[in-house]
T-cell receptor
């Protein structure tokens, strides 16, 4: 079966701009979680959506937001970009959520200059 | 505070040289412990879930074990293709979201 896809794979933005990242989960998976990965902080949980509802949220500022559509595809948005937002953003889909086997996409590499 | 610590940060082995990676955790009640493998430029790939002390799971050259304070990922006779970063994550009973360790970078030399 097709895996998790994320678009775009690479992105370069300027401070102050906003960005939208997209994630298409595995067919049949209703849970989509977003993570930020940096060399210094490792994997950090952003939020999880399940059947179009945000079920859990990590400790990130309100500039980070997301949504999930009826077909389970998800988007995350970062407004007013800061240099520290440069990271690999990973999306993971699963049947039941973080407590079950998660399938990760390849990630979107965001660079903020 | 819930915490996950992985050691060592990096491990270099010769092909065929068995070893173990450690994941120590401090949580108020364990719901589950997860092992993932991450190759450069890719997202993590699920390996195992362990739920209770004494539980063991195996997959090819990998074997994961769990005690009340830590988990070990044993690698038997590794091959160069086992080279990757191995991540451990814990889900506490009191907190739904996963807490991730920093990972162990494993390098297997032919």
């Amino acid at each position: 079966k097709a895996g998790v896809t994320q678009t775009p794979r690479y992105l370069i933005k300027t401070r102050g701009q906003q960005v939208t990242l997209s994630c298409s989960p595995i067919s049949g998976h209703r849970s989509v979680s977003w993570y930020q990965q940096t060399p210094g902080q490792g994997l950090q949980f952003l939020f999880e959506y399940f059947s179009e509802t945000q079920r859990n949220k990590g400790n990130f500022p309100g500039r980070f937001s997301g949504r999930q559509f009826s077909n389970s595809r998800s988007e995350m948005n970062v407004s007013t970009l800061e240099l520290g937002d440069s990271a690999l953003y990973l999306c993971a889909s699963s049947l039941e959520g973080q407590g079950s086997e998660q399938y990760f996409g390849p990630g979107t590499r965001l660079t903020v200059t | 505070e819930d915490q996950v610590t992985q050691s060592p940060e990096a491990l270099r082995l010769q092909e065929g040289e068995s070893s173990s990676l450690n994941c120590s955790y401090t949580v108020s009640g364990l719901r589950g412990l997860f092992w993932y493998r991450q190759d450069p430029g890719k997202g993590p790939e699920f390996l195992f879930t362990l739920y209770s002390a004494g539980e063991e799971k195996e997959k090819e050259r990998l074997k994961a074990t769990l005690t009340k304070k830590e988990s070990f990922l044993h690698i038997t006779a590794p091959k160069p293709e086992d080279s990757a970063t191995y991540l451990c994550a814990v889900q506490a009973e009191s907190n739904y979201q996963l807490i991730w360790g920093a990972g162990t970078k494993l390098i297997i030399k032919p």
